[in-house]
């Protein structure tokens, strides 16, 4: 688990979030991803996505596509 916390300049807490080890990895792989298209998009080639289960893969669309915005 990882805690992401926006400070204020007075050094209190304006805001937090808290990401479990899967959405971290998603969110890491995602980006990869997302490099790895652009660097092969003028060949064409698509990149691969890794064996994931039904419910892991419907979870990472939906964490990529707030990545993606």
Do not use: N, W
């Not at 990882?2 to 959405?23: M, N, P, S």
């Not at 790895?36 to 979870?59: F, K």
Request: proline content about 1%; overall charge negative; hydrophobic content about 40%.
């Amino acid at each position: 688990m990882v805690k992401i916390i926006q400070v204020a300049d007075d050094g209190t807490e304006k805001a937090a979030v808290e990401l479990d080890d899967f959405t971290v990895e998603v969110i890491y792989s995602g980006i990869a991803d997302m490099l790895r298209d652009a660097e092969t998009a003028q060949a064409g080639h698509v990149a691969s996505t890794p064996d994931l289960s039904r419910e892991e893969r419907q979870r990472r669309e939906k964490v990529l596509t707030k990545i993606r915005g």
